[in-house]
C-alpha cells in the first residue's frame, strides 16, 4: 500500500478538523494496525503525518484519534526486506504497516542514518548487481587461487589418524554396500600380496604404508580402489579378468600406490569440502556441512580423481615397475584389455574411474619406453 492523499472524503475525515485541528485534507497516510500499549488488541489504523510535524493514528472506522506525538518521539524499525515496519510512540503503543515504502516517503526525516544506507540499497537496483557481481568474483578466486593453497595447508596438518579414520569408513561403507568377501582362493591372494609388497617396497611409505585387502566387486566389477591411508583394495573380477598378465595387476596396483603416494584422495576430499565451505559460508551454516564431507568416510566413494591426477598415477606406475623390475608398460596393456572388453564408455568398471582413453594408453606405452630408453643410456 502506497501513500494515499485525501483526495477523497471519508467518513473518518469528512470533517478535516476532527484530529486537533492540524490535519490538513492533503495530509499523507498509512494504512495498518494500531497495537494498544501492554495489550494484545489491535485497531484497523491510519498513521497522518501532519504539516507541522505531527504524526497520529486514528481508527478507521470511528475516525478518533488513537495516538498522537511529534516526529522526534517517535521511533521506526529498520527496513529489512518485505518484514512490516513497527512505529513506536511514547506511549509504548505501536502502529504496524507493511507499506514500507511509504514509511520511508512519509516519515523519511525520522529514520537514522544506519536505515537510510540499507534502504537506498535496497531501492538502487544496480548497487544491488554490482554487489552480486563483486560476491561473484570473490567468490571464484577463493576457489581458484585460496582452495588450492588451503588444501596443501590441510594436508600438511592433517595428523596421521585422520587419513585411517576417513579409510575405515570408506572400506565400511563399501563392504556394506558393494562389496563382498572374495572368493579368490588363499595361494592366489597370497601370491599376489607378495608381489604387491615387493612392489611397494619401492614406494616412500615402504611396504609395511600400504595394505592389500581382496574384495569381490559386484556392481563396480573389474576394479580397484586406493584410500587415503594406504589402503588398497583389488577385486576378484579384476584379478580374472587379467589372467596370467601377473605384470598387469601389479601395473594398476602401482597405479593405486601413485594415488595414496601423491595423496590423491586427501587431496579431492579436502577440495570437496572447501567448495562445499565455499557455498556454505554464502548461503550459511558452514558447521554441518563441511563436517559432513570431512567426517564421513564415505564421502570419498563419491569423488573422482582429476585427470592431471589419473596422468600422475599413470606415470607413477610406470616409474615404480621399473624400479621393481617389472615391465612398466603393464598398465598400458591392461586398460587395453579393458577397453576391448568394456569400450571407452566407461561403464560398470575400473573404467568409471580409471577412463582407459586411446590417448591415454598412447601416452602410458610412450612414458615407458622413454624411461626404459633412459635406463638403458644410462647403463651404457
Do not use: C
Not at 467518513?11 to 486537533?20: G, Q, V
Not at 497520529?56 to 524499525?77: F, M, Y
Not at 564421502?299 to 580423481?305: D, M
Request: hydrophobic share 40%; net charge negative; no cysteine.
Amino acid at each position: 500500500m502506497s501513500i494515499r492523499w485525501n483526495t477523497k472524503a471519508r467518513p473518518w475525515a469528512r470533517n478535516t478538523w476532527t484530529w486537533r485541528g492540524s490535519i490538513l485534507a492533503s495530509d499523507p497516510e498509512l494504512e495498518g494496525k494500531w497495537h494498544a500499549p501492554r495489550s494484545g488488541r489491535d485497531v484497523a489504523a491510519r498513521l497522518v503525518r501532519s504539516a507541522d510535524g505531527n504524526v497520529s493514528v486514528a481508527d478507521v472506522e470511528s475516525g478518533g484519534e488513537l495516538v498522537s506525538a511529534a516526529s522526534a518521539q517517535i521511533r521506526i524499525s529498520r527496513r529489512v526486506g518485505s518484514v512490516p515496519r513497527r512505529i513506536f510512540f511514547p506511549d509504548q503503543s505501536m502502529f504496524v504497516t507493511r507499506d514500507n515504502d511509504g514509511v520511508d516517503r512519509l516519515l523519511g526525516a525520522s529514520v537514522g542514518r544506519g536505515t537510510k544506507w540499507l534502504v537506498e540499497m535496497e531501492r538502487f537496483r544496480p548497487r544491488l548487481a554490482i554487489a552480486v557481481a563483486l560476491i561473484a568474483v570473490l567468490a571464484f578466486a577463493v576457489y581458484r587461487y585460496a582452495v588450492p593453497v588451503l588444501v596443501e595447508v590441510a594436508i600438511a596438518v592433517t595428523p596421521d589418524v585422520v587419513p585411517g579414520l576417513m579409510s575405515s569408513g570408506a572400506l565400511a561403507t563399501l563392504d556394506e554396500a558393494v562389496l563382498s568377501e572374495s572368493e579368490l582362493d588363499a595361494e592366489r591372494q597370497q601370491e599376489i600380496t607378495n608381489g604387491f609388497k615387493a612392489l611397494a617396497a619401492h614406494a616412500p611409505r615402504g611396504s609395511d604404508g600400504y595394505t592389500l585387502y581382496f574384495r569381490k566387486g559386484g556392481a563396480i566389477g573389474p576394479n580397484a580402489l586406493a584410500l587415503p591411508d594406504g589402503t588398497i583394495i583389488i577385486t576378484d573380477e579384476l584379478i580374472i579378468l587379467a589372467g596370467d598378465d601377473d605384470d598387469s595387476i601389479y601395473g594398476v596396483l602401482g597405479h593405486e600406490i601413485g594415488h595414496v603416494a601423491d595423496e590423491h584422495s586427501l587431496r579431492r576430499l579436502y577440495r570437496a569440502a572447501g567448495i562445499t565451505g565455499l557455498i556454505i559460508l554464502i548461503g550459511g551454516d558452514i558447521g554441518s556441512g563441511v563436517e559432513d564431507v570431512l567426517i564421513q568416510g564415505s564421502a570419498l566413494l563419491s569423488l573422482s580423481y582429476s585427470r592431471d591426477q589419473e596422468r600422475d598415477a599413470d606415470r607413477y606406475s610406470i616409474e615404480i615397475m621399473h624400479r621393481a623390475g617389472r615391465d612398466p608398460e603393464a598398465i598400458a596393456r591392461f586398460f587395453e584389455v579393458m577397453r576391448d572388453r568394456f569400450g571407452d564408455t566407461g561403464k560398470g568398471a575400473i573404467l568409471t574411474t580409471h577412463p582407459a582413453t586411446s590417448e591415454r594408453i598412447e601416452e602410458a606405452r610412450r612414458y615407458a619406453r622413454e624411461i626404459t630408453a633412459t635406463a638403458k643410456g644410462g647403463d651404457g
